[in-house]
Structure formats: structure tokens, C-alpha cells
């Protein structure tokens, strides 16, 4: 089963979970009253763990966060022929109601061409 992270899917939930903490990666946040940077400890397929080193220097505080991996949902070859083969039933629908209604209307051969 793959797994997605914004654009891109990934074949496993800890290749999922370590994209997403790179995402967060060397961002600054305010946590407590303090302001921290964040560095990625170690990546689970269910948790990931941050370390936050406060940026006024100390000791760094350790939070652990659940991940839940989605399931890929990207468009596939699949899909594309399944949108394909319902556009392409509706313009030959179009062009049947066309032309029977040419037809019931008695304008097909009216100017003597056949």
C-alpha cells in the first residue's frame, strides 16, 4: 500500500512519515512561552519525534507526536481511461440526440443531397 504526502506517494508509512518531518524540519515555533527550533529525533511509522532547541540556548525538549500515514490517493493510468471513456460516451451521446432530432425534424436530405 502507498502512502501520500502532499504531491507524492511513498511506498511505506515511515518513507510517508519521514517526508513529512522534513517538512518541519529547521522550523521555528513557540512552545511554552519559548521559541525553539525544530530537529527531527527519529521517525516511526506511527510517531515521529522532534527535539526543540530553544533558540535563547538550554537544554532541548523532547515531543513525541502521532502520525497517521494516507493512503495514496494520486490519480493513476486507470482513472485517466475511466474519465477518458465517460467523456468520450457523452459526445457520442450528443451527436446521437443531434442526429435523431435531425432526423425527426426532417432536415437530413432536405436540401437534396442524401
Known amino acids: 500500500m502507498a502512502y ?3 504531491p507524492a506517494c ?20 513557540q ?4 521559541a525553539y527550533m525544530i530537529e527531527v529525533a527519529s ?5 515521529i519525534d522532534y527535539a526543540l532547541h530553544p533558540v535563547s540556548g538550554g537544554a532541548a525538549v523532547t515531543l513525541s507526536v502521532p502520525y497517521n500515514a494516507q493512503p495514496c490517493g494520486l490519480l493513476a493510468l486507470d482513472d ?3 474519465f477518458g471513456w465517460g467523456i468520450a460516451a457523452v459526445w457520442l451521446g450528443v451527436y ?3 442526429f435523431i432530432g435531425r432526423v425527426v425534424a426532417g432536415k437530413w436530405g432536405a436540401d437534396g443531397n442524401t
Request: glycine letters at 14%; charged letters at 5%.
Open 4 to 6: 501520500q504526502v502532499g
Open 10 to 29: 511513498y511506498s511505506t508509512a515511515v518513507q510517508a512519515a519521514q517526508a513529512s518531518a522534513s517538512a518541519q524540519a529547521g522550523a521555528i515555533v
Open 31 to 34: 512552545h511554552g512561552g519559548a
Open 43 to 47: 521517525v516511526h511509522s506511527d510517531a
Open 80 to 82: 485517466g481511461l475511466a
Open 96 to 98: 446521437a440526440l443531434t
